[in-house]
C-alpha cells in the first residue's frame, strides 16, 4: 500500500493503491482547502466543487513521487491552466481531487499564491 506523506502537517497515511487523494487526504483530517493565502479557508471548506475538478482549490504540490501519480485528465489540464497559481509549478502541482494514489509521494498541501514571485512574470 502506497504512503502519502504530508509535509507541512508533518503526517503520513497508508492508502489502498489507486485511492483518491482527496477523499484520503480529507479521511486523515488535513486540510486542503486554503481560502486565499490563508484567508476564507474555513468558507472554503464548504464551498468548492466537491470533487468534480471545476474549483482549483484542492490544488497540491506533489513534491516527491509525480510518477506514482495517475496521468493528467483533461478537465483537471484545462481547470489548471487557467489558474495563476500553476504558473511555475507545472512539474508539480495537481488537483487532489483528481489525483489517484498509485505508489509514495510527498505532498505539499495548500500551496500560496506568488503572485509576485520570479515565475509570475516569466
Ligand atoms: S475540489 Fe474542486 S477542483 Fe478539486
Redesign the pocket.
Known amino acids: 500500500m502506497p504512503i502519502v506523506n504530508f509535509v507541512n502537517e508533518k503526517k503520513q497515511i497508508q492508502v489502498p493503491e489507486g485511492a483518491n487523494l ?1 477523499k484520503e487526504a480529507l479521511k486523515a483530517g488535513i486540510k486542503l482547502y486554503p481560502g486565499i493565502n490563508g484567508y476564507g479557508a474555513w468558507l472554503n471548506e464548504i464551498f ?11 490544488r497540491v504540490l506533489i513534491v516527491k513521487g509525480m510518477e506514482n501519480a495517475s496521468p493528467m485528465g483533461l478537465i483537471e489540464k484545462l ?1 489548471l491552466k487557467c489558474s495563476f497559481a500553476y504558473i511555475g509549478n507545472e512539474d508539480t502541482m495537481r ?3 483528481r489525483t489517484q494514489v498509485l505508489g509514495d509521494m510527498d505532498v505539499v498541501t495548500r500551496p500560496p499564491f506568488n503572485l509576485t514571485g520570479e515565475n509570475f512574470f516569466s
Open positions: 482527496r468548492n466543487c466537491h470533487g468534480l475538478g471545476h474549483c482549483g482549490t484542492c481547470r488537483l487532489a481531487c
